[in-house]
């Protein structure tokens, strides 16, 4: 991912900026892959891939886990899109924006409302 963020004209961005956008980078495919493991022709084990989603939330390693949390939390309430044009645009990420408060934010490991996770045959 950090090849991306230079061929997409991003700023230099802080090392848990930079670090935390490809944590959640990893998180998201490797979320994808326990709830379609279709989306990749690799073979997957969806226990294997829920532990390392577990190490990428609860990473304490600096600039890594702090990053990552980060950005996850700046993710809620807007797409992936959106959270990356806006730091290729402003070199931040923007401000959080307060859920209503009849509504919850899924836990990134948690799949979006009205989706399943896909049992393996």
């Known amino acids: 991912m950090h090849a991306w963020l230079w061929m997409q004209d991003f700023p230099p961005l802080p090392a848990w900026l930079e ?3 490809c944590e959640l980078g990893s998180f998201l495919y490797l979320l994808e892959l326990v709830h379609d ?3 990749s022709c690799l073979a997957s084990d ?3 891939l829920r532990a390392q989603l577990g190490t990428i939330e609860l990473n304490a390693r600096q600039p890594y886990g702090s990053g990552f949390r980060a950005c996850a939390a700046a993710l809620r309430g807007r ?3 959106d959270l990356l044009q806006h730091v290729r645009a402003y070199g931040a990420l923007p401000e959080q924006r307060a859920l209503p408060p ?4 899924p836990l990134p490991s948690q799949p979006p409302p009205g989706r399943q996770a ?3 045959a």
Do not use: D
């Open 19 to 21: 670090e935390g956008l």
């Open 37 to 39: 493991p279709a989306a």
């Open 46 to 48: 969806a226990a294997m």
């Open 79 to 81: 797409g992936l899109h």
């Open 102 to 105: 009849t509504v919850s934010a």
């Open 118 to 120: 896909r049992a393996r």
